[in-house]
């Protein structure tokens, strides 16, 4: 499709070229348009820093209960997970596992995944290079939530396959495929197999632990999880962890090959690393649009925004607000911040943002520590199709 997005405030989430370079289009609707009408789609999209920032901590008038994908938006979720609903309940959901998650415990986590990388990416570097998406980014995320969880590694690669086709979405269409709604069947059996094995008999994992916690109810009732909200909250781990640090990884030998002095930097001081990955969520979020549902009338930029609107927060536009950030198109490993949304904010702050940070840092030193100074031909890179996570779904490397 072509639009011209230098000048008229248009963003449409489905169209391929958009996704591949949405930020012209981002630029005009933070400056000409903050409150983004999108009458095709039926949505309204905010895009300024200050804009998505207020909007995440207001989960009264911006509620997560009613879906958070433009696609779902409106309808009550059939499997809600902790992501799909909003305080209190949400927060008695999130108690449950957030111990698994602290920086602390991931940090346990350090050595296997410096030696999945080293594994993933010397092959890589002795083939002279190749697809950095399919033999590294992809595989190394999955690898760790399933271990994490406790799934055996022959089943990773399956795991993997499933997570990705799920959110795979066609040029111009809203809903998934048959296929994807095959695999998402296939990965919810697999899912709830485990679980009632785990129920027999308990192994040392998050899974059984989640089976056995205990959590005080909304209602003041302490009870255990159901198998639904045990498999709603494995699907949201599983999704949310490896699809998002895929990208990330993917979209780290993009921009580091776009940068080469500023990857010479981090080669010179792999210190630096830590904050590299915190410009690289500001620079090329990976989940760069909340979906939210209006539940009462706002009024905003003069326009009163009806209740049951469906709201896109622009979290990828957000990172690149020239009012928050000087100079926010320029990738600069030494910035500093107050923050970025990029990781969300408030009650349904990402959950995984230690791991997230941990595989960051560690996969970018991996990468530079293993792989000579690689090129990227932009043109050659495909994105993912989903109208929720962005990034490369291929990224061939040639040194
Ligand atoms: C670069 C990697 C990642 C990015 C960019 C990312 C981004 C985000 C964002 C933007 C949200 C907020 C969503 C909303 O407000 O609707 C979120 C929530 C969440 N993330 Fe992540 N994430 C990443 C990695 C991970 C990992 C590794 C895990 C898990 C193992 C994870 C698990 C979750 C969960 C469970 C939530 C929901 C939290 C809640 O509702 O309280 N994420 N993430």
């Known amino acids: 499709m072509t639009t011209d997005t230098t000048s008229v405030p248009y963003w449409d989430p489905y169209d391929d070229d958009l996704r591949r370079s949405p930020y012209d289009a981002w630029r005009v609707l933070r400056d000409d348009a903050p409150l983004y009408r999108n009458d095709r789609y039926d949505f309204f999209a905010l895009s300024r820093f200050d804009d998505v920032l207020g909007a995440s901590l207001d ?59 080293a594994g993933y990416l010397d092959p890589l570097a002795a083939a002279g290079g190749g697809d950095i998406v399919a033999a590294f980014t992809a595989r190394l995320p999955v690898m760790i939530i399933s271990s994490l969880l406790g799934f055996p590694e022959e089943d990773h690669d399956s795991l993997r396959e499933w997570s990705d086709s799920q959110l795979h979405r066609a040029d111009g269409e809203e809903g998934r495929s048959e296929a994807a709604l095959a695999d998402s069947r ?171 940070r941990l595989e960051g840092r560690l996969g970018i030193e991996e990468m530079l520590t293993r792989l000579p100074e690689w090129h990227v031909d932009p043109d050659q890179v495909e994105y993912v199709k989903t109208n929720t996570v962005r990034g490369p779904a291929s990224c061939p490397i040639t040194f």
């Open 59 to 117: 989960t009264e008038a911006f509620s997560s209960a009613r879906g958070i994908t433009l696609d779902t938006i409106g309808r009550t979720p059939e499997l809600a997970s902790m992501i799909e609903l909003d305080p209190p309940h949400h927060d008695v959901l999130r108690k449950v596992v957030a111990r698994w998650f602290t920086p602390r415990s991931v940090a346990q986590l350090e050595t296997r995944i410096r030696e999945l990388s």
């Open 186 to 356: 296939a990965l919810h059996a697999y899912y709830l197999d485990a679980i009632a094995q785990r129920r027999k008999s308990p192994r040392d994992d998050m899974v059984s632990d989640l089976l056995v916690a205990d959590m005080e109810d909304v209602g003041g009732q302490t009870r255990g999880l159901t198998d639904i909200e045990a498999l709603a909250m494995i699907l949201l781990i599983n999704v949310a962890g490896n699809e998002t640090v895929a990208r990330l990884l993917g979209s780290a030998a993009l921009v580091l090959s776009d940068w080469p002095d500023q990857r010479r930097r981090l080669i010179d001081d792999l210190s630096l690393c830590g904050n590299a990955v915190e410009e690289l969520l500001r620079f090329e979020a990976p989940s760069p649009v909340q979906g939210r549902y209006v539940s009462r009338p706002i009024d905003l930029y003069g326009i009163t925004v009806p209740e049951g609107s469906k709201m896109l927060l622009l979290t990828g536009a957000a990172g690149r607000d020239e009012r928050h950030y000087p100079d926010a198109h320029r990738f600069d490993v030494t910035r500093t911040f107050d923050r970025h949304l990029s990781l969300g904010y408030g009650a349904h702050y990402c959950l995984g943002a230690a791991l997230a």
